[in-house]
């Protein structure tokens, strides 16, 4: 399994694959503008060729993903907020194509409390719609935009496996898939705190969404409770579900294909090199726990 973490791009896009070097990341994720405007960055092309290159010759960082804004909603009631999300998604993946990302990560948004029925076919319009804008702009093949599963609060779309099913099966776009959260998905209420647990919560992954549309993984320990319904990311093995946990999700034989891309917050500045190896360390655990044989030297709690 590839393992990397969310860096930063301040100082230009290829500063981010150097931090992403420096932490010793497989893979990295990064904004391709501010989370929280809306005024898209002005990313010069030489220098979205730039990246590209680097990213397709570096030796040790083999793939790139990117978070799309966190102010995009494409099931809010407002026509103008879901044409502004739409607009910059589309912005977004444009970017994200044109340094050669392998996907950009979306938070669906909130319909408020209207239900998912009232704004599916308002969601998968805009999906299909900020696609289509992207590749007419970047002149080539979209990269896949990935659907992140949602811890649940109040109306946030994405909060079930079945959510994320009927917005695909919706759609009916072979370029969307999917991101999965451990944080989230513990906070939605699935367990998978045991190698049983573990099991049964990619087999419902599996059977709603389809394990091929699977993507990547964001990896965070959780600092509420199962079933909490909150999004509180926390440092892996310092949280509720902690390292045994965590362990037995990583180790399942069907993710180990798919990059894990911690989103910890680390001492409040984001992912650490030494989260970057805890996170290999919990991976060789639960790789070792399904063949039988001692799990890996502890990290220690930090």
Known sequence: M????????????????????????????????????WRPTAHAPEALAAYRAAGAAHGSIRA????????????????????????????NLRVATAIGASGVVLHVG??????????????????????????????????????????????????????????????????LGVCLDTQHLFASGVPYRTVEEADAAVAALDRAVGLERLACLHLNDSKVALGANRDRHENLGEGEIGRDGLACLLGHPALQTVPAILEVPGDGDGPRAKDVTVARELVADGLARRAGGRPGRPARRR
């Open 2 to 37: 590839d393992v990397g973490a969310h860096v930063k791009a301040a100082g230009g896009l290829l500063a981010s694959l150097a931090r992403g070097e420096a932490l010793g990341c497989d893979v990295v994720q990064l904004f391709t503008q501010s989370p929280r405007q």
């Open 64 to 91: 790139t993903f990117c978070h799309a804004t966190y102010l995009i909603n494409l099931a809010a009631k407002q026509p103008s907020l879901v044409e502004q999300s739409t607009a910059t998604l589309a912005d």
């Open 110 to 175: 909130s319909h408020l409390g209207a239900g998912l029925e009232a704004v599916t076919g308002q969601v998968t319009t805009a999906l299909r719609q900020a696609l289509d804008t992207a590749e007419t702009a970047a002149g080539e093949a979209c990269c896949r935009l990935l659907l992140e599963n949602a811890a649940g609060a109040g109306g946030t779309v994405g909060r079930s496996f079945d959510e994320l099913a009927r917005l695909l099966e919706a759609a009916g776009d072979d370029r």
